[in-house]
């Protein structure tokens, strides 16, 4: 239910705010946005969700600070780190990919990096409020895993434009 909530907000401000903008600008656009959109609704899931529920609740607990020594987990062996790096690229990885492609094609590798270290540190600085760890390896991996997909992002680009210019071209043909 605490989940359903913040689903809903979030489906709320898609459908009142962000749809209507993004269809005038064509096919292509509504595409490319609606896609990082979703995407970037799951990574809240994974990583700071339930929070309108939560908000009330966000001072009653001991803020944890973040752990600053990098893969340290990794050093002492700690847990199931190997999967926790992993499954950090991966998380980020489709970032790194759509990214650029909101940015009308012209984002850098800088700049996504840019991006994607910013949303990796302001979901690692909230998570201890939600009552989560927080971890620098995690902003590493992050960043690491959007390099990634702008690297598959640089290797797909000519069949993703492709696909997008044939969505752009429907556009002015109707």
């Given at each position: 239910m605490k989940y359903l909530i913040d689903f809903t907000a979030l489906a709320l401000l898609y459908a009142l705010v962000f749809f209507r903008k993004w269809k005038v600008r064509g096919k292509d656009i509504l595409l490319v946005n609606t896609l990082l959109y979703i995407y970037l609704s799951f990574v809240l899931y994974f990583t700071l969700m339930p929070v309108i529920t939560a908000l009330p609740f966000v001072f009653n607990h001991r803020y944890k600070p973040m752990?600053?020594?990098p893969f340290i987990d990794v050093s002492m062996g700690r847990g199931d780190f190997s999967r926790q790096v992993v499954?950090?690229?991966i998380m980020t990885v489709?970032?790194?990919f759509l990214f650029p492609l909101t940015r009308n094609r012209t984002a850098k590798l800088g700049r996504t990096v840019f991006f994607c270290f910013l949303m990796s540190l302001v979901i690692e600085i909230l998570q201890?409020?939600?009552?989560?760890?927080?971890d620098?390896?995690?902003l590493i991996t992050n960043v690491t895993?959007?390099?990634l997909g702008y690297g598959f992002y640089m290797i797909f680009r000519p069949v993703t434009f492709w696909i997008l210019d044939h969505l752009k071209s429907e556009k002015t043909e109707n």
């Open positions: 752990n600053l020594v499954l950090n690229m489709p970032f790194g201890p409020f939600f009552n989560r760890s927080s620098v390896t995690d895993g959007g390099i």
